[in-house]
C-alpha cells in the first residue's frame, strides 16, 4: 500500500509539475500573443477573402514548427506536425469576420471598410470572436510545439475560412482535408460566449447547435388597381395568411421538447398604396436539431404555401414557389463520450468550478460538418467565457443582457480569455494524446 501511495504522489508531484511548465511557457507567450490579438481584431476579413489573415495564421504555424498547406478549399489551411506514434488530434479556428459597423470604442476597434461580393461599401468587424479563436488557436499551437515531450501522435491544426457564410468547412472536406491530411481520430473546437465569464469555459453535450436551413417563398398573384380588387389576385393578403399558417408549424405539428424554429425574416411586396403588387417575396430561416424534424419542417412549409394559394383561388400557373437554399448549416452534435474527457481534463486544469454546463443553442456552426463524413469524426466545440463576472451581474440585476455575439458591441475582455482558452485547449490535446 505504502509503493501505491508513493506512486500516486509522484504523478501528481509530475503532473502539476508539468502544468507549472506549461504555465511558465503560457506566461513568456501572452505579450505577443496579445498583440495578435489586437492586430486581428483590428483586421478582419470577411468571408472567402481571408487573404492577409490565413496567412498571418500560416506564418504563425510555420513558426512553431508545423509543415503547412495554404489554398486548401479556397482561403483554409492547414498545419500538420508528428510526433511519434499515437492518435490524430484535429484543432480548428474559424478566420472570417461579418459586415458589422464596430461601435465598442475599444482602442483597437475595427475601422476597416471593404467592398463585398454584391461591390457594396460594408464595415466589417470580428463580432463573433473568431480573433479570439484564432489567438487561442495560435496560442495552442506554440504551447503544444514546446510540450512535445508530454504527448505523443499527430496534431493537425485547421484553419477554416468562410465558417459565417457555413461554407469554409464543406470547401476543405471536399479538397481532401480526410485524404490529402492525416485523418483525425478526434477533432476539437472553441467559441467565444458573450453570457459566460471569463476564466470559465462551457460543454454541451449531445446537439449543441442547430441546424439551419434559409427559405425564400415567391408569393404571385395577378395585379391591378387598388380600387378594383376584384380583378385581381391579392399576393399581399396571401403572403399575409401565410405567415400566420407557418406558425401552427411549431405549436401544433412537431412534437412538443423537439426544438423548432420557423422564422419569417424579411417580406417584400408592392411599390405604391393603390397598385396591387403581382408578387411577394418572403425571406425565412428553419432551426432545428434531428434531422427528421428538418424534413418536417420543409414540408410542412410546402403544404401550407400550396393550401393558402388554393384557397385563394390562385391559377395554376400562379402558385407560389418554395426555394429551400443548398447553403444548409447542419447541426453541431458534441459526442458525449468526447466531451467526457474534455470535461475531466479541464476540470483538472481549469478547476471544477470553472467548467459549466451549458444549454443547446440555435446558432449555425460548420463545425458539424467534420463530424458528418463516412469517418465520423467525434467532434466537440465547447464554450469560452469573455465577460467580466461584474458585467454579468450588473446585467442579471438590471433585467438586461450583455451584447450578444454579432452585435456591434460586442467586445470580449482578451485576457484572461485568451489564456483560458490556450490551458483548456492545450490540456486536452495533452491528455488525448497521452
Not at 400557373?317 to 447542419?330: A, G, R
Request: with cysteine.
Amino acid at each position: 500500500m505504502r509503493s501505491l501511495a508513493c506512486l500516486l504522489c509522484l504523478l501528481l508531484a509530475s503532473g502539476l509539475a508539468a502544468q507549472d511548465h506549461r504555465d511558465a511557457l503560457l506566461k513568456v507567450e501572452m505579450p505577443s500573443l496579445l498583440d495578435l490579438y489586437r492586430h486581428l481584431h483590428a483586421n478582419p476579413e470577411l468571408s472567402l477573402h481571408e487573404v492577409e489573415t490565413a496567412a498571418r495564421i500560416a506564418e504563425e504555424l510555420r513558426a512553431s514548427g508545423f509543415e503547412v498547406t495554404e489554398g486548401v478549399g479556397g482561403r483554409g489551411l492547414v498545419g500538420v506536425m508528428k510526433n511519434g506514434e499515437g492518435p490524430v488530434i484535429m484543432v480548428r479556428t474559424d478566420l472570417d469576420a461579418l459586415p458589422v459597423r464596430e461601435q465598442t470604442q475599444a482602442p483597437y476597434a475595427s475601422r476597416k471598410q471593404v467592398r463585398d461580393d454584391q461591390g457594396r461599401e460594408v464595415h466589417v468587424m470580428h463580432a463573433c470572436g473568431h480573433d479570439i479563436h484564432m489567438t487561442s488557436f495560435v496560442g495552442t499551437a506554440r504551447l503544444l510545439s514546446k510540450l512535445r515531450d508530454q504527448w505523443k501522435g499527430t496534431l493537425v491544426m485547421v484553419g477554416q475560412h468562410a465558417e459565417e457564410r457555413v461554407l469554409g468547412a464543406r470547401l476543405m472536406l471536399r479538397a481532401g482535408l480526410f485524404s490529402k491530411f492525416p485523418k483525425p481520430n478526434k477533432a476539437l473546437a472553441l467559441h467565444c460566449a458573450s453570457d459566460l465569464p471569463h476564466g470559465s469555459i462551457g460543454i454541451v453535450e449531445g446537439y449543441a447547435l442547430a441546424n439551419v436551413d434559409s427559405v425564400e417563398i415567391v408569393v404571385r398573384g395577378v395585379g391591378g388597381h387598388g380600387s378594383m380588387p376584384h380583378l385581381s389576385k391579392d399576393p399581399i393578403v396571401l403572403a399575409s395568411q401565410i405567415v400566420l399558417a407557418l406558425q401552427t408549424i411549431v405549436s401544433r405539428e412537431v412534437r412538443p421538447g423537439d426544438p423548432a424554429v420557423v422564422t419569417v425574416g424579411s417580406i417584400h411586396g408592392g411599390t405604391k398604396s393603390n397598385i396591387i403588387s403581382d408578387e411577394v417575396r418572403l425571406q425565412l430561416t428553419l432551426r432545428s436539431y434531428k434531422s427528421e424534424t428538418r424534413a418536417h419542417l420543409i414540408e410542412s412549409i410546402r403544404r401550407i404555401v400550396k393550401a393558402q394559394a388554393q384557397s385563394a383561388g390562385m391559377p395554376a400557373e400562379k402558385m407560389p414557389e418554395v426555394i429551400v437554399s443548398d447553403d444548409q448549416s447542419p447541426a453541431v452534435y458534441n459526442q458525449p463520450e468526447l466531451c467526457a474527457q474534455v470535461r475531466q481534463l479541464c476540470e483538472a486544469d481549469l478547476g471544477r468550478g470553472k467548467v459549466l454546463t451549458r444549454e443547446p443553442v440555435m446558432g449555425a456552426e460548420d463545425f458539424a460538418e467534420y463530424g458528418l463524413t463516412r469517418e465520423r469524426v467525434p467532434i466537440c466545440m465547447f464554450w469560452l467565457g469573455t465577460q467580466e463576472q461584474a458585467t454579468l451581474d450588473a446585467h442579471k440585476a438590471a433585467g438586461t443582457s450583455p451584447p450578444s455575439l454579432h452585435s456591434p458591441l460586442f467586445l470580449p475582455v482578451p485576457e484572461p480569455s485568451i489564456s483560458t482558452g490556450i490551458r483548456a485547449m492545450t490540456s486536452t490535446v495533452i491528455g488525448l494524446m497521452k
